[in-house]
């Protein structure tokens, strides 16, 4: 018999089990699809090049003080200067500082995530233009003109491949800069940004602060290994240049930061923050595919027990072992086949879903899509499952005790069988477990999230970023400007409350990472490096009011808190209590001792205390401790966040408060408006699509796994007949009948369970390593994920059950 011949038999063979090959067809699909999409966004996050010439050489340096609870501090000015002058295993360095700058002459005003770099940057990562020219050393130096190139995202969506926006003026704030060309499509590393410009179109990073502030660390750094070098030669080299650095400056090394140097691949670098998350989706959709594999196994399995008398007739004939062996393959390989094509068209929305989720890990997701990869995944993974299943029937042979008695005979169970049958549920049970216990775990995490109360009003809050730029501005006019947006905005119908704040709670978190350290008044200071850590806000009168935030003692601040007065603050009432306990701090003093407060142009000067709030954690969903310190807005240029409370719904009011700014400053950018509410939503979404993803392995897996248990409990009822119809005629009661599969049902998915308990903790583990802020309950989602299986499995003996409980006696005997 030819395989044309195997394939045409089975194909015959098949179309009398429709209903088998269906069920079987869809079941392969979910786990085939789930590995291919899985295996398509793995590849393009982790192993597919860079499109940077040379990625080889081209490494990422990083500077750590994990003392200080960051493992990414960046470098200053001074600090790369030494590296540049004294490390020969790299031949260039490239420099990266992100930076916000609102942008005029590129359509309306807008605020553009803009990246500044050194002239050799381009040349470090070895990337081209697709129109015009890159920066280059001729673009350094505080005399060059301004010029910027635009990232090809932003090329494409924004400005729709304009290709004579080459040449175009634009203004970066205050100054002026020339478009000179289009970057070609590129990982966008270390921040996705929309422009990248030279170090002229940015004052601060001409100032003496910046270029003379060996504390003031705002600039990623990268390296090309110099030919003949290796990254081990390079790391040593700059950690004992940095280790000199530390011991020549002591001061800007606190020992209590444990300074660090480290360098690793590029490539590394920005794929490593989602390698954990990966492989554990890739582990949960392997973990599909064997439940679906088992289940297609129970079903051919059982179908085969059936064939028996055909096979048992075809070895009796002649039929060799491979000849029967092979009739096999080929059904399995029609079967795979088909659930292969349907499984690599459902790949490719997945893939979508699953790159949406990785991308808050890695940036290269942003970049995936489907391929040939798809393809031969999804052609790998059949013909894997093909050659599995084709041999999990047991054969006849001609020299079998039985032979044509056997071909006789009606529908037996053996020993064998039935030991593979429920072996292959109890894989399925086990593996469920697993996703169950990973998803339970996610969903808890979500819903504490969710659940988690706020310490401020969030509802009919709307926040808009309203960055006013200083150009041609002194401070008290740009403080003018946002007094006059709040009288105009607070006159507006439905408008309780106006404010101006520093950030926007949840969405900015931590973008003064871990806070500067300053003393309070009579605070004995043994060694600088203790002092406490605040986060540094910049509030308008009115803030805490529009925020529902309690004032504590003191007052509120007021429109006569300006800079020519008392320099005063307001503080949060844990860092109150840590600075002065068991005191009133009303009317006390503070002061920033932090190094780095001189950068951004604020005194080390006492300021009087003047009120104490209630804390306004704005960094985290889950409310903790906040370590706070409010300046006034009248003092201290910061704000550029709108707060309006409203008594109807807000976004209603948008379209007349950008009016009013834009009367106010026709070029002023008016972005990021959302509630509060929707904020907070908008920051659990990533939690939510863990949930999400995780829960989809989990409910495919488990509705394989119950048609698997009912499966084989259908089987084994039709098996049993005979026996149950004697049971019944010697007096058995058909509840105890009903009671007998049900018990089956659950033994099965006992051992599965008890199976599966070791991944699961396993995978708890995992999950607990990358989801933060909330601890993550054990046993409740472990037992949720126990309970549930049990229940489906009863759930799919029902069934089965009520089969064996109405079995005819004088049919079941007469069958055999």
């Keep these: 018999m030819t395989l044309i011949t195997d394939f045409r038999y089975a194909f015959r063979s098949l179309a009398r089990a429709r209903g088998l090959v269906a069920t079987v067809v869809v079941t392969l699909a979910l786990g085939i699809g789930a590995n291919a999409a899985i295996f398509s966004v793995v590849r393009g996050v982790l192993l597919r090049p860079l499109v940077n010439r040379g990625e080889d050489q081209l490494i990422y340096i990083r500077q750590s003080a994990q003392g200080l609870g960051t493992d990414n501090v960046v470098f200053s000015v001074p600090e790369i200067q030494d590296l540049r002058a004294r490390v020969t295993t790299l031949s260039a360095f490239g420099e990266f500082s992100t930076i916000p700058f609102t942008m005029v002459g590129l359509g309306e005003p807008r605020v553009v995530r803009a990246g500044v770099v050194s002239g050799s940057y381009f040349e470090v990562m070895g990337l081209r233009p697709v129109l015009g020219r890159l920066l280059g050393p001729a673009d350094d130096g ?7 190139v635009l990232t090809h995202r932003f090329w494409t969506s924004t400005m729709k491949g304009d290709p004579t926006v080459i040449g175009r003026t634009v203004r970066f704030d205050e100054r002026l800069a020339t478009i000179v060309g289009v970057l070609e499509p590129s990982v966008p590393y270390p921040a996705e940004t929309e422009v990248i410009a030279n170090v002229v179109t940015s004052p601060h990073h001409l100032s003496a602060t910046m270029v003379t502030g060996r504390v003031h660390r705002m600039t990623e750094l990268f390296g090309r290994l110099r030919p003949g070098s290796d990254l081990e030669a390079a790391r040593a080299e700059l950690r004992a240049v940095h280790a000199s650095m530390v011991r020549a400056h002591p001061d800007a090394y606190p020992k209590k930061g444990d300074f660090r140097i480290d360098a690793v691949q590029l490539r ?48 009796t004939l002649g039929a060799s072992a491979w000849a029967l062996r092979r009739t096999l393959l080929a ?11 349907l499984g690599v068209a459902l790949a490719r929305p997945m893939v979508a879903l699953i790159a949406r989720y990785a991308a808050r890990f890695s940036v290269r997701a942003l970049d995936v899509s489907v391929d040939a990869s798809l393809l031969w995944v999804g052609a790998g993974l059949a013909l894997a499952a093909a050659v599995l299943l084709a041999f999990v029937p047991r054969l006849p042979s001609a020299e079998a005790t039985g032979g044509l008695g056997q071909a006789a005979s009606g529908v037996r169970i053996t020993s064998s069988t039935n030991r593979r049958l429920r072996l292959f549920a109890v894989t399925q049970i086990a593996a469920s ?37 200083s150009y041609g501005r002194t401070p008290d006019q740009v403080v003018d400007f946002y007094k006059e947006a709040m009288r105009r905005i607070s006159a507006l119908p439905g408008v309780e409350r106006v404010a101006v704040g520093t950030q926007v709670p949840w969405k900015e978190a931590n973008s003064f990472g871990p806070g500067f350290q300053l003393a309070g008044e009579g605070q004995v200071r043994v060694d600088p490096d203790d002092d406490p850590r605040a986060q540094f806000r910049t509030v308008s009168p009115g803030f805490f009011a529009a925020l529902g935030v309690p004032l ?39 002061m920033w001792t932090d190094p780095v407060m001189k950068f951004i142009d604020v005194s080390p000067d006492p300021r009087r205390i003047v009120g104490v709030v209630a804390d306004l954690d704005d960094n985290n969903v889950v409310p903790g401790r906040a370590l706070n310190v409010y300046h006034p807005l009248g003092q201290e240029f910061g704000g550029g966040r709108l707060f309006i409370h409203t008594r109807t719904d807000p976004y209603t009011l948008v379209p007349t408060i950008t009016r009013i700014i834009r009367e106010l400053s026709a070029e002023q950018p008016v972005e990021q408006v959302a509630t509060l509410d929707d904020v907070r939503a908008e920051v ?12 989809v392995f989990a409910g495919v897996a488990l509705l394989i796994a119950v048609v698997g248990v009912a499966g084989v409990l259908a089987f084994s009822v039709s098996a049993r007949t005979r026996e149950f119809g004697i049971r019944l005629a010697i007096g058995s009661e058909p509840r105890h009948l009903l009671a007998g599969v049900l018990r089956d049902g659950a033994m099965i998915a006992a051992a599965g369970i008890v199976t599966g308990i070791v991944g699961g903790f396993v995978l708890a583990r995992l999950v607990g390593g990358y989801v933060q802020d909330v601890r993550l309950p054990g046993v409740v989602p472990v037992l949720a994920a126990a309970l549930l299986l049990v229940a489906a499995a009863i759930l799919a003996s029902l069934v089965p059950a009520a089969r064996a409980s109405r079995v005819d006696v004088t049919q079941a005997l007469r069958s055999d």
């Design 142 to 148: 505080p005399n060059a003109a301004g010029a910027a």
């Design 268 to 315: 590394d670098q920005i794929s490593s923050p989602a390698r954990t998350v990966l492989l554990v989706l890739l582990a949960a959709s392997g973990l599909v595919f064997v439940i679906a594999c088992s289940n297609v196994a129970n079903l051919i399995l059982a179908r085969s027990v059936r064939r028996e008398s055909e096979l048992a007739i075809r070895a």
């Design 331 to 341: 059904e399995s390989l029609l079967l795979c086949g088909i659930g292969a094509i």
């Design 433 to 469: 477990f697993v996703l169950l216990a990973g998803a339970g775990m996610l969903l808890a995490t979500l819903i504490a999230l969710q659940s988690a109360g706020t310490t401020f009003q969030t509802r009919n809050v709307l926040t808009l970023l309203v960055p006013v730029m």
């Design 552 to 590: 504590l003692a003191g007052r509120d601040f007021t429109d006569a808190d300006r800079r020519d007065g008392e320099r005063v603050v307001i503080i949060s009432q844990s860092l109150a209590q840590q600075l002065f306990p068991k005191q009133d701090a009303v009317n006390r003093h503070l």
């Design 684 to 695: 659990l979404s990533p939690e939510r699509l863990n949930a999400l993803v995780f829960g």
